[in-house]
Each structure stands twice: as C-alpha cells, then as structure tokens.
C-alpha cells in the first residue's frame, strides 16, 4: 500500500533521512522505532509532505506522491497525526473534528463525527471545550479522532503516546490495538519499542537517518542485543 | 450627559469602520502572517470606482453593493499577482511586498488618472440628524453602527458555522497542521484575501459617502487607522481588531471633543503617545493570540 524507496531528506546541508525504503501492506501495523534524533518524525514529515526529499519516492496505492502538497496526500487517504499532536487550541473540540473532516461530504462528517464520539466518549463530553484546555489524554485521543475523521486509508501516528502518564500511554497503546482489530493499516513511531513491537506485526529500527534493522515483531522483540545497541534505555520506560 | 451619549455614538460610528478596516488585516495576519500595507490600496481602488461608476451616471443604490465587490476582487486579483509569490517568505520580505503594491497602484493613479482628489457627490442624508429620546444624532453615525454591526455578524457567523470559517480559524492557529487535514491553503489565502476585500470595501462605503472624494492617497488614513486597530487589538486576534477598532475611534472622538481649540490638531499624536503607553503595560495588545504559524 506505502512503499517508501531510497528516500534521502536534508536540512539545509545535514541529511536527516538517507536512503531509507519502508513499506506497509494493506491491514498492516508497522512501527517505526530508534532513538531520538534518528529521522523518524523526518520520514514521517516526508511521506506525508511536509518536507520535500532531495532523492527518493514515495508510492501510495503504486501512485507517485513524492513531493505532493500535504492537503492532496491526505486527499488520497494517507493521514498523519503529527508529533505533538498539533491540535488546534483555540477551536473547540467539535471544530477540531469537523476539520479533520473537511475533505469529506458533510453528511458523512457529521455521520463519521458520531463514530468517533463513540470511540472516544470523553471528546462527546467535550465538545463545546476549546481544545487548549484539554488534558494530555484527551488531546492525544482528539489528535487521533481528528485524524480519522478524513476516513484515511493508511493513518502514520507520530509518537501517539509522548508525554502521557503510563495509565494514559496505555489507553494509547490499547486504541492501535483496536484500529488494528478494525482493519486500519497503521504507520506508528513510537519510543517505547518493547510495548508497540507487542502490538505491531512488523518493525523497522532506524538510527542516524537510516534503517539498520526490520523484520516480524516477534523477532525483533526477542533480541535483547537490538535494544541494547540501537535504542537504548528508553525502552522500558516511558517519558 | 447627552453631549456623552453623542460622542459615545459618534465614536461608535467612526469606530465601526476602523474595525471593519481592522478585521481585514487581522484575517490576513493570521493565515499568512502579513501585515498588509497594501489593504488601503482597497479603498483608494473603491473610491475610484464609485467616481467612475458617479460619471457612468451610476448613484449610491447601485454604487455601494459595486463597490463592495469590486474591493473584494481587487484582493483576490492583489493576491493572485502578488502576494502568491512571497507566500512563505520571511515576514519582512512579505512586508516589503505590501508596501510595493501600495505604491505601485497609488502611482498607477497618477499616472493614469491624475495626481488631484477627484470629488463626487455625497449621498444627500449624510448630514441629517434624528432626534432620539431628545438628544439628536447624525443619521449616518447610526447607520453606520447598524451596518457594521451586521457585518461583523455576518462575518463571524462565517467564522465560526462554516466549513471555510472553521478551516481558516485553523490555518490561522497551525497552517501545517490544517492542510495535514487536507485544507487546501490556496483556497483558505484566496477566500480570506476575499473576506478582507470585501470588509474593506463595507468601510470604503462608509469612508467614502463622508469624504465624497478619491485621490491615489485615500487608503492611506484608513489603512493606518487599520493596521493601528489591529495592534492595539492583538495583532492576528479577530475579536481584539474589532475592540481595538472600536476603541481607537471612541479615544478619538473623546480627544477631539474634549481638547481645546487649539490643540486639536495634535489628536493623532496623543493617540500614539496612549497606544505606546499601552503596549508598555500590554505589549500584546488587549488580546494575547496563541502562537500561530507561517504558510
């Protein structure tokens, strides 16, 4: 569904992303893990096109979409829910939805916006609630709600669970579950690679802007050498 | 205490327009980040069209609504010929780019119709006054309250309960974020160039029926009233360029009203001299805008 090939990504003069291919198959959850700093927020902000690569391509359904504007990406059903959630404070909660839903028809949004209050009963409690006072939890579950709203295809989840209390990184962790259960082919970066390796099928490691390992879930969980040299301590406990 | 009730609704009349003039700015800041030198270009376009449309034997009935789609195609078509380039460019760079659109058409007009203030004739009510619960009012004062109040309604009423108003709030607040959702940015800067257009062109009207004439500096009073709005206001905060708006001109008129004869004159230096005494208290003006980031 996603196949990223030799895709290289500079800032300014410094290469964040080298030559990195990834793919992802329809139904699939792939995680993403490494440690800060090594280009995945990057190649996220690359597939999704924020950022132009300097070499490379991105294919989506076998449909060249490198350097494509981010409105017209998230138009062929590739969503992301960026690093820091990025949710509009000064909307409210029914707002943020209803935006991310722009791309939609309104009877679908208004439709899609009812399943999503199901799927996050604490957003329908909300809704009035400009999105700048929601608690950590919440904007991250509006973040994801957000998202989804544009009914995307393959949804790319930047570090969903940064900066939440365990219980609430949890819940997290326990949603991709049950979108995986749903079907939805999900793209995850996650720092905490022991727990979303249990969740996803398969992971790529990367490290310094580029993939050094990737294989099954099972089999990246089992080798204790791969966390001690590539991620490091922060694998078992969460920021 | 009927002399107050007067200067309030004086201010109120002439503060309406300076927040019409505002708003435009402040929609425009807030999507691209620029403040826009260029919007009393708007106006000085306005004022000529309503004197060509006076010569074509055009009057006001017809005048007002054409001139107020005029000013909004006029911000689109400055948009699309200028500021479409610079999008994402350093604020100062924008910046440079407003002025050059404010001279560039104010010596189009020079140099194509001429350098003199052409007049054409105000509407014939302009002056009269009513009498309500014995204190009287100009007419005009009261029709401008009236039809700026309905615009602003109308224009948050968009901005808030449309899909346009709901995307460009978030373009305003996060432009990368919104077109991750797929707000298309082209369409958010043109309709937002349109809405300020067209809140120019409703204060042009008003401008103009008072001033009765058009010269290649007529949007600039305006504009710098304006841009002054929207600062004191919070620059970028939609509600605070309509305060700041309302504010200025209720200050100007208690100014004008209250100092002597002589003094007058220097109205606009002591409103400076209250703004920077503001800004020292509240550098942000009177509302704070969340962090909001560039196309």
Redesign the interface.
């Known amino acids: 569904m996603l196949e990223v090939e030799s895709l290289t990504t500079r800032y300014g003069s410094i290469s964040a992303l080298r030559d990195v291919g990834l793919s992802v198959g329809s139904g699939e959850v792939v995680c993403l893990i490494g440690p800060n700093g090594a280009g995945k927020t990057t190649l996220l902000s690359t597939i999704s096109g924020l950022l132009n690569p300097v070499s490379g391509s991105v294919k989506f359904e076998n449909e060249e979409i490198t350097s494509w504007a981010p409105d017209r990406i998230l138009r062929s059903g590739l969503a992301l829910v960026p690093e820091h959630r990025r949710i509009f404070g000064d909307l409210t909660v029914d707002e943020n939805l209803l935006v991310g839903g722009v791309t939609i028809s309104s009877g679908r949004r208004l439709e899609l916006k009812e399943e999503i209050i199901t799927l996050f009963p604490v957003l329908g409690e909300k809704l009035s609630t400009e999105a700048g006072y929601l608690s950590g939890g919440e904007a991250q579950q509006l973040a994801i709600g957000r998202a989804l709203m544009s009914e995307p295809k393959i949804l790319l989840m930047d570090e969903p669970a940064l900066g939440l209390a365990p219980v609430l990184a949890e819940v997290v962790f326990e949603l991709i579950n049950q979108l995986r259960q749903n079907g939805q082919t999900l793209l995850v970066v996650e720092q905490n690679a022991r727990r979303i390796l249990e969740v996803a099928d398969r992971g790529y490691v990367m490290r310094s802007g580029s993939i050094v390992i990737s294989g099954d879930s099972n089999e990246l969980i089992s080798r204790d050498d791969l966390f001690e040299t590539y991620i490091g301590k922060t694998d078992t406990t969460h920021e | 205490m009927n002399e107050l009730i007067q200067q309030i609704v004086d201010g109120l009349g002439r503060g309406g327009i300076y927040a019409l003039i505002a708003l435009g700015i402040a929609v425009i800041f807030g999507v691209m980040h620029l403040v826009n030198f260029a919007h009393g270009e708007l106006i000085t376009v306005s004022a000529y069209s309503a004197y060509g449309l006076f010569q074509a034997g055009w009057n006001w009935w017809f005048i007002v609504p054409a001139v107020i789609l005029i000013a909004g195609m006029t911000s689109v078509v400055i948009e699309f010929l200028a500021f479409r380039w610079v999008r994402g460019a350093p604020d100062f760079t924008m910046l440079m780019t407003s002025f050059g659109i404010h001279f560039v058409v104010q010596a189009l007009f020079v140099m194509y119709v001429s350098a003199n203030f052409r007049q054409f004739p105000r509407p014939d009510w302009i002056f009269n006054t009513v009498k309500i619960a014995g204190i009287s009012f100009e007419v005009f004062d009261i029709a401008v309250i009236f039809f700026t109040l309905l615009t602003l309604i109308g224009t948050f009423w968009i901005l808030q309960k449309t899909?346009f108003g709901?995307?460009l709030?978030?373009a305003a607040?996060?432009f990368?974020?919104?077109?991750?959702?797929?707000?298309?940015?082209d369409r958010i800067i043109r309709g937002a160039f349109a809405l300020s257009g067209v809140l120019a062109g409703v204060a042009a009207v008003f401008w103009l029926m008072r001033s009765g004439q058009a010269g290649p500096t007529a949007g600039l009073t305006p504009m710098l009233k304006g841009v002054l709005a929207a600062l004191i206001g919070g620059l970028g905060s939609l509600g605070g360029a309509v305060l700041g708006g309302v504010a200025l001109g209720l200050v100007e008129v208690m100014l004008i009203s209250r100092l002597p004869e002589g003094l007058v004159g220097l109205t606009d230096g002591i409103v400076f001299l209250l703004i920077a005494f503001l800004f020292v208290f509240r550098p942000q003006g009177f509302i704070s805008v969340?962090r909001a980031e560039r196309v």
Do not use: Q, T
């Open positions: 899909m709901i995307s709030r978030a607040e996060d990368d974020a919104a077109r991750l959702m797929g707000v298309r940015s969340r």
